[in-house]
């Protein structure tokens, strides 16, 4: 498939030239067609040669991507064929591109197997978002279900921790006699306080 555009300033007979091959896959039970090869030819020779990498579809389809380009930002799906060739001087890049090679009908692209990866830089990132704030909201629901009532942490419980043991026989050391309207009482000179932990 050849693009000619003539003379383009100092380029004589400018012409960009897309090699195709068409291949059958026993896995797909169809013809698929790749892009081998893409070659510039300017004063009647051929410049600089750029093999093409993960450019291919079905035969009865389209292949269509945003960018295709020898450019390392855009994936760089163009290599230069040799490090001694002219191509590692040119940039090449191809802004929306749509090509078929085959099984054309009325002059019409068929439907476009996108290159766009299912797995692309951005929803990679989004699933990661997606798996850490699982993550927070697992560790949320996990502390809410062992969440404890501090009811109980207020009440004061007899145990060794709140009032010591006392002796019978210390019994009255310890007690005052309160008199009061005829009734006796008694009063704890040592008092221990519980405490409360929250």
Request: hydrophobic share 40%; charged share 15%; with cysteine.
């Amino acid at each position: 498939l050849s693009l000619k555009f003539g003379d383009i300033g100092n380029l004589k007979g400018l012409v960009i030239r897309f090699l195709l091959t068409t291949s059958y896959y026993q896995m797909s039970v169809q013809n698929w067609f790749s892009l081998h090869r893409l070659q510039l030819l300017y004063n009647h020779s051929i410049q600089a040669t750029f093999n093409a990498t993960r450019i291919y579809a079905p035969a009865s389809y389209s292949y269509h991507c945003e960018h295709v380009s020898s450019l390392q930002r855009y994936d760089a799906l163009l290599i230069p064929s040799s490090a001694n060739d002219l191509s590692k001087l040119w940039e090449v890049t191809f802004t929306d591109f749509q090509i078929q090679g085959f099984n054309i009908q009325e002059g019409q692209f068929a439907y476009a197997k996108d290159c766009a990866s299912l797995f692309s830089p951005a929803i990679l990132m989004g699933l990661v978002m997606s798996l850490i704030l699982l993550l927070v909201l697992a560790y949320a629901l996990h502390m809410l279900i062992h969440l404890k009532s501090l009811d109980r942490h207020y009440e004061c419980k007899a145990s060794p921790a709140c009032f010591a043991q006392m002796k019978d026989n210390d019994m009255g050391d310890e007690k005052e006699p309160l008199r009061s309207s005829g009734n006796e009482s008694y009063e704890l000179r040592n008092q221990q306080f519980c405490k409360i932990y929250i």
